[in-house]
Antibody
């Protein structure tokens, strides 16, 4: 069974750094891409970026380029999303999702989500 | 960036009725690279349809997708109680990949 298991909820202060994780299992982690999708409270879905764990090829949505860093450690089948300077506007649910391609990808499996709350 | 506009914003229907959801793109979507997702409260979204009309694994055949170019439709032939949720379309033909704002299907 394909599973993406994300790290738990986080509460942080503005200016702090954070890294959340997503561990894949039940499939060959290096044969697929992993993307991150943001959902702000009560809002819709936004694609942030995508990584190919086999070689760490990474593409970002222009809206998120320079705002976050996506990485992966293929040895432990885990992808990461990190911030170096959190803002209150980063408060959201973040989903990791499995993708098929770095150029054209829908998302067939979703993690359970990680809620990030940034508040002073 | 391709903007996807979903309509209506909210659809109020009874179980057993037919639901027709629309997704219109600001530009042509190449190769019909359009997906539909269902999201229930407190849950992650679930893939329903990809390639505009292909059902994902395990999705009941009451869900169907159609359309091409800039106009796409998700149809639920007979609403079951578990189908009341928010539905999103996503285009993945042009980066950045984008989602529509969602259509909520609620019980009338």
């Amino acid at each position: 069974e394909v599973q993406l298991v994300q790290s738990g909820a986080e509460v942080k202060k503005p200016g702090e750094s954070l890294r959340i994780s997503c561990k894949g299992s039940g499939y060959s982690f290096t044969n697929y891409w992993i993307a991150w999708v943001r959902q702000m409270p009560g809002k819709g879905l936004e694609w942030m970026g995508i990584i190919y764990p086999a070689d760490s090829d990474t593409r970002y949505s222009p809206s998120f380029q320079g705002q976050v860093t996506i990485s992966a450690d293929k040895s432990i089948s885990t992808a990461y999303l990190q911030w170096s300077n959190l803002k209150a506007s980063d408060t959201a649910m973040y989903y990791c999702v499995r993708g098929w391609s770095g150029s054209y990808s829908y998302f067939d499996y979703w993690g359970q989500g990680t809620l990030v709350t940034v508040s002073s | 960036e391709i903007v996807l506009t979903q309509s209506p914003g909210t659809l109020s229907l009874s179980p057993g009725e037919r639901a027709t959801l629309s997704c219109r793109a600001s530009q042509n979507i190449i190769s019909n690279f359009l997906a539909w997702y269902q999201q229930k409260p407190g849950q992650a979204p679930r893939l329903l349809i990809y390639g505009a009309s292909s059902r994902a694994t395990g999705i009941p055949d009451r869900f169907s997708g159609s359309g091409s170019g800039t106009d796409f439709t998700l149809t639920i032939s007979r609403l079951e109680p578990e189908d009341f949720a928010v539905y999103y379309c996503q285009q993945y033909g042009n980066s950045p990949w984008t989602f529509g704002q969602g259509t909520k299907v609620e019980i009338k």
